[in-house]
């Protein structure tokens, strides 16, 4: 039977990574994770990996502007893909944020 599994992980208090998944018998059969920053007291979805919509596994880069650039990923399994999804997220937040905040203030 189909387990969902919905969490965050926090990075600190104003970063978090927002986690959804779905296993059966151990084997991950959906994932998304995403980064989220808090802005102006609203969680902001800033990178997102997933293999929703009947997609394959990819990235989406999102833009303050409400645009997203799609990076598709070729993986062995959506075990190892939530894997690199959460660990790519925790060594480069910092790196996204600052794009993020970069973009936004050339928008304004």
Known sequence: MPMDK???AYLNALNRIRVYG??????VKAI??????LIDGKWVA???YDCSHGQPFHKDIMFP?????KQFIEIESLNAAFDYAMQDIKDKWQFYLD???SNLR???
């Open 6 to 8: 919905n969490f965050f």
């Open 22 to 27: 779905v296993t059966e018998r151990g084997k």
């Open 32 to 37: 998304m994770c995403q980064y989220e920053t």
């Open 46 to 48: 800033i990178i997102r």
């Open 65 to 69: 502007n409400g645009d997203k650039e």
């Open 99 to 101: 794009r993020y905040v």
């Open 106 to 108: 050339s928008e304004k």
